[in-house]
């Protein structure tokens, strides 16, 4: 496997064994302890701002408006907020109900649906 | 007039983007990576999920630390930011006494936090610091390291001292751009001084005020140098606030997971009310 170790692939089994070095576990790689799970998140961070600058090219400006905040806002500021009510969703979510995770996640895009059209 | 378009200025980032990528973003990313994960050291992970987010968000002793650290930055916003108005408007306005208050104004902010630290702690030392022992010489029955309120009385008053004069100055500033103009015709409507403050003052340094708080609430709620110095979070926990906490947990427990689900929640509240004020400051450029 190349991803042995990135990947953190590990059980509790594992632990404290001395495991075979993959392809891609030089040390920078190791130390900061990838999972697939937090680099599909990081990913889709990527894709949000790739995805904001096609948008940018296609309608330049960032489309500003005063929304119902009050606030003036741009494209940007609308993903800004999306993102961060989203962490908040989430951690509301953890805090207060626990399980069943991915209803929060669906919650934050319909709220961030309702950023982009109204803030 | 047409402005070229030319996005080769781009590349002119690049050498800011690396230097942030490396104290910042790659950083974070570990942070995140490892508020996921459970280690004991050695690289080796063991995938954790979300637990260490629900056990912080429940735990008793994150919910304490908030609401120590909250308490305090309320507390030395509500004084250092009145008072930092009162100083700047009894500072004299010409005169050999401008350069001399600014300097002894700016003293304090000169200092190293950690100096700041290990003077409180030797000048409110009970036995044989002048704070402590003249305070106990007066019949009260001051300890800072071992009764909380003590602690809580010092560590408040030595950020009074160490960061009152950035308000200061930064309002003295906003009281020196007003022109005359306003307080002469003030004087015409014979407008009491409180009206003037009000009024006249009060709008004028509303940029300065607004920085001015950021920049302390910031500050304060961020603190860790000089608490760490003085109280090193104690006695007991009384004064360990959101970063010494988060420190116990990560170097103190090694728990790098919890720790990590800590600081990514602490991060959020600095990064929405960096945020508040950030807009807050762009109303008041639009509005003048």
């Known amino acids: ?119 | 007039m047409n402005k070229t378009v030319n996005q080769k200025a781009w590349f002119f980032v690049i050498p800011v983007f690396v230097l942030v990528a490396f104290n910042a973003i790659i950083p974070l990313m570990t942070v995140v990576n490892y508020a996921f994960q459970e280690t004991f050291g050695n690289n080796q992970f063991m995938w954790e999920g979300t637990r260490w987010f629900k056990q912080i968000l429940i735990s008793e002793r994150f919910h304490a630390a908030l609401g120590r650290q909250v308490l305090f930055t309320l507390i030395i916003l509500a004084i250092q930011i009145p008072l930092g108005i009162f100083i700047a408007l009894n500072m004299p306005k010409e005169g050999l006494g401008v350069p001399i208050c600014l300097v002894l104004m700016s003293m304090p902010l000169l200092i190293p936090w950690n100096v700041v630290g290990a003077m409180w702690n030797i000048f409110a030392l009970p036995d044989i610091g002048f704070l402590g022992h003249s305070l106990n010489a007066l019949g009260f029955d001051y300890n800072f390291t071992q009764q909380s309120g003590d602690a809580w009385f010092t560590t408040i008053l030595m950020d009074v001292w160490h960061w009152t004069s950035l308000v200061v100055l930064l309002s003295y500033a906003g009281l020196r751009s007003i022109q005359p103009a306003y307080y002469q015709a003030a004087e015409i409507d014979g407008a009491t001084r409180w009206a003037v403050f009000r009024h006249i003052e009060l709008p004028k340094m509303k940029k300065v005020l607004t920085i001015a708080i950021l920049l302390r609430f910031m500050d304060s709620f961020m603190i860790y140098t000089e608490p760490f110095v003085l109280t090193g979070g104690g006695p007991g926990n009384a004064t360990a606030f959101l970063s010494i906490d988060l420190v116990k947990m990560a170097l103190g427990q090694f728990d790098l997971g919890p720790a990590a689900a800590m600081s990514l929640i602490y991060f959020f509240i600095v990064l929405t009310v960096c945020w508040v004020f950030y807009n807050l400051m762009m109303r008041n450029e639009s509005n003048s």
Not at chain 1, 61 to 90: C, E, N, Q
């Open chain 1, 1 to 119: 496997m190349i991803f042995t170790n990135s990947f953190a692939a590990n059980s509790w089994d594992s632990v404290a064994k001395s495991q075979e070095k993959g392809f891609f576990d030089f040390e920078f790689i190791t130390w900061m302890a990838w999972t697939w799970q937090t680099a599909t998140f990081f990913l889709f961070i990527v894709l949000c701002f790739v995805i904001m600058v096609l948008w940018e090219k296609k309608k330049p400006g960032g489309s500003p408006r005063k929304g119902i905040l009050g606030l003036d806002t741009t494209r940007g500021d609308r993903l800004f907020i999306s993102l961060l009510s989203s962490a908040y969703i989430h951690l509301g979510w953890l805090g207060l109900i626990g399980p069943m995770l991915w209803i929060a996640t669906i919650i934050s895009f319909i709220f961030a649906i309702f950023v982009f059209r109204y803030v």
